[in-house]
């Protein structure tokens, strides 16, 4: 395996956890459960600590994957270097 399919693997995990952080701390900050209620409550709650609404928690959750395999990506390349 190549150094950059090794980095792109970190970030594919940095970016799996993210994902999996994000549809945990949903389901868990509303209303338990993951349907319409407990999503929409879970986001609205998550948005409310950035000092928005459920928008706001959607752009937070749909973030954290894409921000997470970045970091992942870039803590590989700077301690492989």
């Known amino acids: 395996m190549t150094e950059e399919q090794e980095a792109t693997c970190a970030a594919a995990t ?3 956890g993210g994902a999996a952080g994000s549809i945990g701390a949903v389901a868990t900050l ?3 459960g ?3 209620t407990g999503i929409t409550s879970g986001l609205a709650t998550i948005g409310s600590v950035f000092g928005g ?3 706001t928690g959607l752009i937070v959750t749909a973030a ?3 921000v997470l395999g970045a970091a ?3 803590l590989y390349k700077w301690f492989k270097d």
Request: glycine residues 28%; aromatic residues 6%; charged residues 0%.
């Open 14 to 16: 940095g970016a799996t």
């Open 30 to 32: 509303g209303v338990p």
């Open 34 to 36: 993951l349907g319409a």
């Open 53 to 55: 609404g459920m928008a």
């Open 64 to 66: 954290a994957p894409v």
């Open 72 to 74: 992942a990506y870039g």
